[in-house]
């Protein structure tokens, strides 16, 4: 299996946080056009994994066996957990009372930030797997490049999501292997699975001007900057995997900035009915 | 193809209603029981055909020509319809103030009558025209006894569904007959549709009180007095079809008293989340 990435590229954003370093930045308490861009950028994290959290709970009794069915609603707790801690700050950023169930349960389509990719359908076990893969290879870097934030509320969220994380690609990439270098069947699913999703992890890559501004203050690292590490180490999984990776360098994308498919009003549908049918039910 | 049913199998129901004729009963303005069975009864019938109306519309853009694609639309809004015309009644005979859209929209699982039939999953298409035909000769039967309702409001609301639920029923045999007696694999998905659905039509034919109550009164047939028509009609279009009626009877029940499948509540999130996210919405 290829190593974990080592998260050692220098880049713009590290650069601009190491100038930042040793002082916590608050810039919420800046300029408005900054605590735009720290929620936008909290949001878009905690969307992430609240989405993909709530797709990977969808297998919850229906894995192919036992330890998968665990190890998958695992992986969709921890998600969920990074949301709270996410979307809590991004409350508090905001500073308008919303707690991290409001953010949650209580924002329209177009108000949801998560890349298109974590609101495919699941598909099968493996088309799931390469899903999670996908993600968790970038999402580890992603976060290894926060944990140099210098907002430090941030910087530790991403620290402790990063064990959590490691776990998560190290699994998924196991799977990978072992299912597209597996028998002809999972082989030829691993493939289809690989095609199908292929033009969804472009937007993983793409800023806006909200990713340059939290970069110049060191906040956040840019998009960008992150396709690197995720080419080379997921060209070198996919080769272990059997796999041919795809040639095409379209990619969908929207989902950052609120534009999502048609798949997403359907998630928040089952995930906010309970919220929006009892407001404000506790238990 | 059989004949229609031509409904002319007398019963409790009939004769009681016959002793009433001339005469429109406002039961919701006598017993209190009385009330609260007619409320039940309304809310029976508008349920399943807001549900099967919700299901069916699933297929809308999925169906496999362009023609049945069309079919099904109009046939789930001739259920739609009627639903309004149901539910309207009962939130006027429930006298809380409850619009049909309210009933719709704003009811939990076990608030909801309908038969467990109605929230199976679509399935294939053969599977969705199989439950719809199994239904359609339990509707018509039900709507032609209900035109003969001592309540000349329900009398009214059935003719007008008769005639659309006339059509639903020429087609889906129809279709049963030439799929069943159609291809290899069209006569076998036809026969796993059937099996897989038979355990759920025993429901039609269970009363319970609020049952007997109706009947009583004329206002409904009991359940059980439509039986040895749906029996009759179901086989011979069944042996056109060159399908075997399975054998057993055991019935799965529970729906119309509010005790429903995990599908529902699947259902009403998709079906309410509008209403329940925008309060009161208008357009």
Redesign the interface.
């Known amino acids: 299996m290829p190593s974990l990435p080592d998260m050692a590229t220098p880049d713009a954003a590290a650069r601009a946080q190491e100038q930042a370093a040793g002082q916590t930045a608050r810039p919420e308490d800046t300029a408005p056009e900054m605590r735009a861009a720290l929620f936008e950028g909290l949001l878009r994290l905690g969307d992430n994994t609240l989405i993909l959290g709530h797709r990977v709970s969808e297998w919850c009794g229906h894995a192919p066996v036992l330890e998968e069915d665990i190890a998958l609603a695992n992986t969709a707790l921890d998600m969920i957990g990074q949301t709270q801690l996410w979307l809590g700050l991004a409350g508090e950023v905001e500073g308008q009372g919303r707690s991290a169930d409001d953010l949650a349960y209580l924002r ?1 389509v177009w108000d949801m930030r998560n890349l298109l990719l974590v609101e495919r359908p699941n598909g099968d076990f493996g088309a799931t797997l390469m899903r999670q893969f996908l993600f968790d290879a970038w999402h580890l870097p992603m976060l290894k490049a926060l944990m140099r934030s210098s907002d430090q509320r941030i910087a530790d969220i991403a620290e402790k999501a990063s064990k959590e994380v490691s776990y998560h690609l190290e699994r998924s990439t196991d799977l990978v292997v072992r299912l597209g270098d597996g028998t002809r069947e999972s082989h030829a699913r691993m493939q289809a699975a690989l095609d199908d999703i292929w033009p969804y992890t472009g937007e993983m890559f793409i800023g806006d001007g909200h990713d340059a501004h939290l970069a110049e203050a060191g906040i956040m690292p840019t998009p960008e900057s992150l396709r690197t590490e995720w080419d080379a180490y997921v060209d070198a999984v996919l080769r272990e995997a059997t796999l041919k990776r795809p040639e095409g360098d379209f990619a969908h994308k929207g989902g950052r900035q609120g534009t999502h498919t048609e798949h997403l009003g ?1 998630i ?3 995930m ?2 309970l919220q ?2 009892y407001p404000g039910a506790k238990w």
Chains 1, 2 share one sequence.
């Open positions: 329209d359907f928040l549908a089952e906010q009915w929006r049918a």
